[in-house]
């Protein structure tokens, strides 16, 4: 059974960093695509980066590009975000989540972690 368990949230002023991590388990990983995904409150869920397991590439939403960083760890089977320059507006909910690479629809979501940034 999957299971994607995020953690690293909380609350930070503007201008600070964050990194959130996923730990994943329950199957071997290196055909999938992990994603970060992030909901504020009223507006719909939305896409934040990716990155395939196997070989490390990466892309992100134009709105976080250069300042959040994606990556893997193998041997910890753990999935990261790092966040930088964090604004308000990237204050949301953040979701892990699991695809394998021939599919588009993610089929396995972690719970969330909330991320606060305060002006």
């Known amino acids: 059974q999957v299971q994607l368990v995020e953690s690293g949230g909380g609350l930070v002023q503007a201008g600070g960093s964050l990194r959130l991590s996923c730990a994943a388990s329950?199957?071997?990983?290196?055909?999938?695509?992990m994603g970060w995904f992030r909901q504020a409150p009223g507006k719909e869920r939305e896409f934040v980066a990716h990155?395939?397991?196997?070989?490390?590439?990466?892309y992100y939403a134009g709105s976080v590009k250069g300042r959040f960083t994606i990556s893997r760890d193998n041997a910890k089977n753990t999935v990261y975000l790092q966040m930088n320059s964090l604004k308000p507006e990237d204050t949301a909910v953040y979701y892990c989540?699991?695809?394998?690479?021939?599919?588009?629809?993610?089929?396995?979501w972690g719970q969330g972690t909330q991320v606060t940034v305060s002006s």
């Open positions: 989540a699991a695809r394998p690479r021939i599919l588009v629809k993610y089929a396995y």
């Open positions: 329950g199957r071997t990983f290196s055909s999938y695509v």
């Open positions: 990155i395939t397991w196997s070989e490390g590439s990466t």
